[in-house]
T-cell receptor, first 120, second 106 residues
């Protein structure tokens, strides 16, 4: 596809339910990132993948949050037993290279449109 | 690892006025830095990167190693510049700055 694709674009769920958010990165991009954007909180890093492995899970806010990536492509972010404070826009991004590798030219992140999650 | 800070949450200027969005970094080596922008109802996108020394939409950002800064500047702000701006490291930890909301008034 032309860009990073996220689905669904909007999700309303009841407190306590599980949700799955999907991200389809740009073809050929090996690194994939999940961020959360809340009003007044800016952009909060959650996790990133290089290929199918996640070298950095430090941003996941609790053990209710998990993510996986298969085939070096699509990723899903799962939130179990959702809480109202989970309401936010969840952004996915991809880039050409591993952010741990330094290069003469940085490899910028390409973001999707996000999934707006509302927990009622 | 690189860290960036954006001290201003909100910046409000009038159309035609100069604008400077501040970003400071902490890194002992040669930093790799970007500015991203998010216009209303659009996706977050790259604005410019320090390595290319480019000017995009009239914006420039110069790396000042003495002041450890990478401030984003535009001499004459336009209403369409109103957006959320994020400073970000290009490698290492992936923690963006908190963002600065720029509001350009007519």
């Amino acid at each position: 596809g032309a860009g990073v694709s996220q689905s669904p674009s909007n999700k309303v769920t009841e407190k306590g339910k599980d949700v799955e958010l999907r991200c389809d990165p740009i073809s050929g991009h090996t690194a994939l990132y999940w961020y959360r954007q809340s009003l007044g909180q800016g952009l909060e890093f959650l996790i990133y993948f290089q290929g199918n492995s996640a070298p950095d899970k430090s941003g996941l806010p609790s053990d209710r949050f998990s993510a996986e990536r298969t085939g070096g492509s699509v990723s899903t972010l799962t939130i179990q037993r959702t809480q109202q404070e989970d309401s936010a826009v969840y952004l996915c991004a991809s880039s050409l290279r591993d952010p741990r590798d330094r290069g003469l030219l940085g490899s910028p992140l390409h973001f999707g449109n996000g999934t707006r999650l509302t927990v009622t | 690892a690189q860290r960036v800070t954006q001290p201003e949450k909100l910046l409000s200027v009038f159309k035609g006025a100069p604008v400077e969005l501040k970003c400071n970094y902490s890194y002992s080596g040669s930093p790799e830095l970007f500015w991203y922008v998010q216009y209303s109802r659009q996706r977050l996108q790259l604005l410019l990167r320090h390595i290319s020394r480019e000017s995009i939409k009239g914006f420039t950002a110069d790396l000042n190693k003495g002041e450890t800064s990478f401030h984003l500047k535009k001499p004459f702000a336009q209403e369409e510049d109103s957006a959320m701006y994020y400073c970000a490291p290009g490698e290492g930890n992936l923690i963006f700055g908190k963002g600065t909301k720029l509001s350009v008034k007519p």
